[in-house]
C-alpha cells in the first residue's frame, strides 16, 4: 500500500467514524482533506465529489468558511488542467 492509499483509507474510516455519531465538524475537515488529496492526484471527479458532499454538510451545519472553501475549489477544479 503506498503513503497515498493508506492517507485515502484513513481518511475514509475517518469520515466513517465521524458521521456515525454525527461529529459533523470532523466528517467535514475529513471530507475537505480527503478532496484536497485526490485533488492533489489529478483525480478531478472524484475531488469535485467529494468537495460538493463536504459543502453540502459544511452548509448544513453552518460552516460558512468551509462552504467558501469548498466552492473555491470546485470553481478551481473547473478550470483545471492535468499534470503533464
Not at 37 to 58: G, I, P, S, Y
Request: proline residues 2%.
Amino acid at each position: 500500500m503506498t503513503d497515498y492509499e493508506g492517507a485515502c483509507a484513513t481518511l475514509r474510516e475517518s469520515i466513517e467514524f465521524a458521521h456515525a455519531p454525527n461529529y459533523s465538524w470532523d466528517e467535514v475537515d475529513a471530507r475537505f482533506l480527503l478532496a484536497k488529496l485526490l485533488q492533489q492526484r489529478d483525480h478531478v471527479e472524484d475531488a469535485k465529489a467529494e468537495f460538493e458532499r463536504c459543502r453540502q454538510l459544511a452548509q448544513s451545519v453552518g460552516l460558512r468558511l468551509m462552504d467558501d472553501d469548498c466552492r473555491a475549489a470546485l470553481a478551481e477544479l473547473e478550470h483545471h488542467e492535468p499534470k503533464a
